[in-house]
């Protein structure tokens, strides 16, 4: 195998990550405003420069009294606390208020089953009415459940129009899966030039997805644009955040000197990073340096470790390898 095939299969092997990585506000512990009452601005005001436990439970009384607004922020005390069954009734109330951007957050908790029973068609209907309602999260998260099969409504152009409409809210997420589409030919006309501009905005603003993709992009030379020097470029910027497959893919364009100069040290370090944060392809590969003692010193005992650790992630290599080590 080529090894820029090598680099574009790892590549190919990267999904979205899934909806429930996207963070629940609660989480993050950001209140919204009421636009009408000055009681609310009051209370947060409080909340965040006074006395803490004053704020809270004046916003529980508002929130008791039937206020959308603070029920909203009131469920999310409970979301940054994990106490989901207790946010989750909150969040009913204030949706039921209309409360828009409750929405999104009642759908994050049926697609995952936190203080709910889990339950994909409710999570769409929440999702869909926070899209329509013009959440930008809500909007990508509606077109992945559109574009994903697990869910049972696969459909490429819906999915298209919502990344779109929240890729025009310059949803970094949105504009990356606008890039992939384009990339693969996935419900659109393949076209090479569009997905370099999806994948470079969405790259621009630090995803680390749309960074992989145009190191694949310059490795494979799609478009007639192969360059190995900025796809390098570009698979370390998605390993300056720790994502362990470009850490993978680094550690072998140095250790192999692909559009870069040849750099085991350099090489080494990104290929254990990897390995530490749990690929089992690094693992297996630094197993047998350590094997071999090439770029490292030889240290069978290591190479034996990496290989468990390889192993015990399911890599059909490292099985194979530990019955005859």
């Known amino acids: ?65 039937g206020d959308a607004v603070a029920q909203f922020n009131y469920a999310s005390k409970y979301l940054g606390a994990k106490e989901y069954d207790k ?17 999104g957050q009642l759908a994050h908790l049926y697609h995952e089953g936190l203080g709910v029973t889990k339950d994909y068609n409710q999570a769409f209907v929440w999702f869909e009415k926070g899209a329509i309602a013009g959440d930008v999260s809500a909007r990508f998260d509606l077109g992945l459940m559109y574009y994903q099969e697990e869910y049972g409504r696969q459909d490429y152009q819906k999915a298209k129009t919502w990344f779109e409409r929240a890729a025009a809210m310059n949803d970094a997420r949105a504009q990356g899966m606008l890039g992939i589409m384009y990339l693969n030919g996935t ?34 030379g799609l478009g007639g644009e192969e360059d190995a020097t900025k796809a390098c470029e570009y698979y370390e910027m998605a ?39 749990g690929n089992a392809d690094a693992q297996l590969v630094l197993a047998g340096r350590y094997y071999s003692g090439d770029f490292v010193a030889k240290d069978i005992e290591k190479a034996r470790e990496w290989l468990e650790k390889a192993a015990a992630l399911g890599n059909e290599k490292a099985k194979n390898a530990l019955q005859t080590f």
């Open 239 to 277: 390993a300056a955040q720790d994502d362990i497959y470009a850490l993978y893919i680094v550690a072998l364009i140095y250790l192999n000197g692909n559009g870069v100069e040849k750099d085991a040290d350099k090489g080494m370090a990104y290929l254990e990073r990897s390995a530490v944060l």
């Open 187 to 220: 419900g659109v006309k393949q076209d090479y030039q569009q997905a370099r501009e999806w994948l470079e905005k969405s790259a621009a603003a630090g995803e680390s997805l749309a960074q992989k993709y145009l190191g694949d992009y310059y490795t494979e």
């Open 1 to 65: 195998m080529k090894f820029k095939s090598l680099l574009l299969n790892m590549a190919r092997r990267f999904g979205y990550r899934p909806i429930a990585d996207t963070p629940l506000l609660g989480e993050k512990i950001d209140y919204v405003e009421a636009k009408s009452t000055g009681e609310m601005g009051q209370i947060l005001w409080e909340i965040h420069h006074g006395n803490h436990e004053k704020g809270m439970l004046q916003l529980k009384k508002l929130a008791e009294q």
């Open 87 to 103: 946010a989750y009734e909150w969040l009913k109330k204030a949706a039921a208020q209309e409360m828009e951007m409750a929405y």
